[in-house]
Each structure stands twice: as structure tokens, then as C-alpha cells.
């Protein structure tokens, strides 16, 4: 799950960048938090965001799937090569602080992901578009905005596309290894070409729409309400309050 999910969940329905705030105070926050328990109890507050925009099985899959490979690195790093003192862990004696240090940064990377995922997987970029054009964005920041968040399912989709193309063009993607490896010759190249094809119409796009002055006019704002404000400006607070914490306990 890399990408915009059709809903009708909260988080769906609440204005582009209250879903776009979470997130950033998710990934902010993090990096306040020292300690293993506020690390992991910030990644419970990412699968309870995930769970209220109703994603959370598909975003919890893809977040283990990004962040195994980083958590066993970790776990070798800090927990195997770290200092004194040892503990046993069945049969290998671990570092308790390289642990608690790789259970930090390995709750943090989760913690990030997830909530970045699930802010894709909620904010519909045609809303997040019109709710920059209502706030007066330059329209060459939306535009870049809007193609990055869409770039990963666009690819998607055109691998998907080239993929049935060519075999029913007769391409096999079984047998030995070095028949997988020569197939991959005819999925990747046509799916970089259509990319680079791709690229030009955006760079022709921008100039065009973006050589044109003055304000814009956005056709279907999305409604940002009171509450809303106030929850991003709370999560605002909240944030110097977690790095005020921070720099507090490094002083003391």
C-alpha cells in the first residue's frame, strides 16, 4: 500500500493538511523521544491513526515489509557488536544498552513510515491540490507536491500494464534465474521510456500552466473547520513541548 486507498473514513474526509500535520508530528516527535517505551507507544499511536483512516492492515504490512531489513541491521549493530553490559538472549549474549538503543531507532522508522503511509493513503491528491490553489500556493509547489505523492502508483500502474502487454506478447517470468533476468529486460525499459516520456509532458505542462499570473481559483476547496485548526496548531505545541522535554533533560 504505496498510494491514494479510496474511503470514506475520517481521515479521508478531514482537510489535506490536518491528515498531512499528523503525520509531520509523528515523524517530529520521534525524534524527540530517547526512551524505547515512548518510542514504541508513539508506534501504537500510528497504528491507531492507520486504524481510524481504515488502512491499517495494508499499512501495517508494508511498514514491516520496509522495516524488517533495517531493524535486523540494528539488532546486529547495537545489539551483537555493542558495548558492555551483556545479557543473555537464548543463546547470544546481547548489549542491554545497544537493545534499548536499537529498539529507539528501530520504533522510530516505524513509527515515521507508518504514519506517512497512512497520510498517502488517506489524502486524495486532487483535494490536497485544490486546498493549496484555496491557500494561494504557487502553483509550481502544487504541482511538484501533487506529482510526488502520485509518482509510486502511476509507476505501478504502468509496470502492471507493460507486464500483461508483454506477456501476451509470449514473455515468461518462470524458469531458471537467468531466464528471469533476461525477462526483466523487456519490463524495464519500456516502463524507464514511458517515465522519461512521462517527464517531458509534466516539464510542458508546467510551463504552460505555470506562465500564468495572478491568483488562482479553486473550483472544490475541501472544508477546513475550526477544530481542525485547532488540532494542527495543538500538535504544533505539542512538538516543541516533546523537544522542550528533550533539551530540558539533557541540560539536568
Known sequence: MIGYVEGRSPLHRAHPYTTLTLAAAVLLTAFALTEPLPVWLLVLAGAALAASGGVLRAGARTALLLSVPVWALLFVLYG????EPRVALGPVLV???????????????????????TALATTSPHRLVEAMTARGVPFGRT???ASTLTVLPRMRERAARILEAQQCR???LGG????????????TLPLILGALAEVDEQVLALDVRGAARGPRTALDPPPDTAGQRALRWSLGLLVVAAYGWKFWRMRA
Not at 80 to 83: H, Q, S
Not at 95 to 117: D, N
Not at 176 to 187: C, D, E, H, K, Y
Open 143 to 145: 504541482f511538484l507536491l
Open 95 to 117: 548489549s542491554a544498552p545497544g537493545i534499548a538503543r536499537a529498539l529507539v531507532l528501530g520504533g522510530r522508522l516505524t513509527a515515521i513510515v507508518l504514519a506517512f503511509l
Open 176 to 187: 531458471s534465474v537467468v531466464a528471469r533476468v533476461r525477462a526483466l529486460g523487456p519490463l
Open 80 to 83: 551483537v557488536l555493542g558495548g
Open 170 to 172: 509470449g514473455l515468461r
